[in-house]
């Protein structure tokens, strides 16, 4: 039942988050469960399969990633040739022109997704070996866009539109991890484990920041593998 339970929970998050309305500099606002649900489905149908021990957990889709395929760091290659997941992807409603939607014909390649499967397929011989005790999940579904075409992180939103969309988000997690039962939740980057700590309080859970592999951080760019590896271990989180 845990793949019909996180995809109506999905659905349900996605109808509440689109009653939310965004200001300046928010120009567009992209959201994957829509055009891109063939693809996460495809993904909770493939490996949201019962209990896991450990939740890797993303900010928000980045523009040739998830606004692409539908998965969490849903890096093309990655999730065609590893997850062996390919789908229908549909577009949004209004699409900034830099920032076209071409589902899995995508030819960019987005770095954060690449370094993050990259390091899973690195120490776990199939996706399936990986997916046995893991799960990957964005604490918001939506990508924002300025007028330029440059990503606009949540934390980056006015307070008044950041508010009630963290609200959400935090309710929607809260729901997910109950789902799913993780002893760890991994934070990627600042931000996702802020999140995690905050809208899971007082639940029996480890939460653990690792180094966000976005190439935008310069710590990323020295040994991002190697010094998240040796994070996971220093935590008995990987043997």
């Excluded at 998050?13 to 120009?27: A, K, T």
């Excluded at 996460?40 to 990633?65: E, I």
């Amino acid at each position: 039942m845990t793949r019909q339970r996180l995809r109506q929970l999905a659905a349900d998050f996605s109808r509440r988050i689109d009653n939310l309305h965004f200001s300046r500099p928010v120009m567009f606002v992209y959201n994957p469960l829509h055009y891109a649900w063939p693809g996460f489905c495809a993904y909770l149908d493939q490996y949201a399969n019962g209990n896991k021990s450990v939740v890797f957990l993303g900010m928000n889709p980045g523009p040739w990633g998830m606004a692409q395929t539908g998965v969490p760091f849903g890096e093309i290659a990655a999730v065609r040739d590893w997850l062996g997941i390919d789908a229908a992807i549909g577009r949004p409603e209004r699409e900034h022109p830099k920032r076209p939607v071409t589902g899995f014909d995508c030819r960019r390649s987005e770095v954060s997704g690449r370094r993050l499967w990259g390091l899973f397929r690195k120490h776990f011989p199939t996706a399936d070996c990986f997916f046995q005790d893991h799960f990957v999940a964005n604490y918001c579904p939506l990508l924002f866009l300025e007028e330029s075409g440059r990503n606009l992180t949540p934390d980056k939103l006015p307070t008044a539109d950041r508010e009630p969309l963290l609200k959400m988000c935090d309710d929607h997690l809260a729901r997910f991890v109950d789902e799913l039962r993780p002893r760890w939740l991994v934070g990627v980057g600042k931000f996702a484990a802020d999140a995690a700590r905050r809208s899971l309080a007082g639940r029996d859970i480890g939460i653990v920041q690792i180094l966000h592999p976005s190439p935008a951080n310069p710590q990323a760019n020295r040994d991002w593998a190697g010094r998240v590896t040796r994070t996971l271990r220093e935590r008995n989180i990987w043997g």
